[in-house]
């Protein structure tokens, strides 16, 4: 059955799908997604337009943070349906006039992708035309090494993004993975972490009985989970 264009632009991937493929043309150079970051994680995130301020807050926010996301292999991909020069001048433009919170002379060196067809931004929901029909709102996609969608965070035009969640998000998806547990909310580095619930009576009465781990009660049991072990393990990741 064919959809017809509303259908089309408010279609968004879920959690647990294989990221959606696109080509796209950007400010450093032509990219294929998600293949070109096979082995890495990835947050591709969507702003509504190039010179406009809350964007361009983000932007010198993830740019001045981007070394701290590639300590944790998290590579960064912008996008908005701008044009390819319209995206230059603006990061020109962050570079050589503006300044917030301290940070100035900032040079974007993430790429920018230019959706101008809004090809790729249909394909991951961006648009939403209760918000807006001509802009994408502020999404972000978390990508897993092998290319599979593992959480999204939407916000509307007006809203700035917490970069301090999305950079948690990231250190906790791949805390999960490799410790096989789960982080309970407000969970920072340090934290104790969740333990699944038991699959059995057997498994339940052991796990309160291990001195390693503290349970409430079966079905609520944490345990101790040093911030060095964890960041060590992240990112000494190959």
Same mark, same amino acid.
């Given at each position: ?43 591709? #995130? ?16 993830? !740019? ?6 590639? *300590? ?9 349906? %701008? ?5 230059? !001048? ?19 060196? #993430? ?18 035309? @209760? ?9 972000? #996609? ?19 993004? @917490?970069? %301090? ?12 993975? $490799?410790?096989?547990? $789960?982080?309970? *909310? ?17 498994? $339940? ?5 291990? !001195? ?27």
């Amino acid at each position: 059955m064919e959809l017809n264009e509303e259908q089309v632009i408010i279609t968004m991937p879920r959690i647990g799908d294989p990221a959606p493929s696109f080509s796209a043309v950007t400010t450093q150079g032509n990219i294929n997604f998600p293949s070109d970051y096979h082995g890495s994680w990835s947050i591709l #995130f969507s702003h509504p337009a190039d010179f406009t301020p809350v964007c361009t807050s983000e932007f010198m926010t993830f !740019a001045s943070l981007e070394t701290k996301f590639t *300590a944790v292999n998290c590579k960064l991909i912008g996008l908005s349906i %701008d044009g390819l020069y319209s995206h230059i !001048a603006w990061l020109r433009t962050i570079k050589e006039k503006i300044e917030y919170k301290g940070m100035k002379d900032v040079e974007i060196t #993430f790429p920018l992708i230019e959706d101008i067809t809004m090809n790729v931004a249909r394909k991951y929901g961006m648009i939403q035309p @209760n918000e807006d029909s001509t802009k994408a709102v502020r999404a972000v #996609f978390f990508v897993d090494p092998k290319g599979v969608i593992r959480a999204m965070i939407y916000y509307p035009l007006s809203l700035g993004r @917490n970069f %301090d969640e999305l950079y948690r998000v990231i250190v906790a998806l791949q805390t999960s993975d $490799a410790f096989d547990v $789960a982080t309970p *909310a407000d969970w920072q580095p340090g934290d104790d972490v969740i333990i699944g619930p038991a699959g059995s009576c057997g498994t $339940a009465k052991n796990r309160m009985e291990d !001195a390693d781990i503290e349970c409430q009660d079966w079905f609520f049991c944490t345990k101790k989970l040093s911030k060095e072990l964890v960041l060590d393990t992240i990112l000494n990741k190959e």
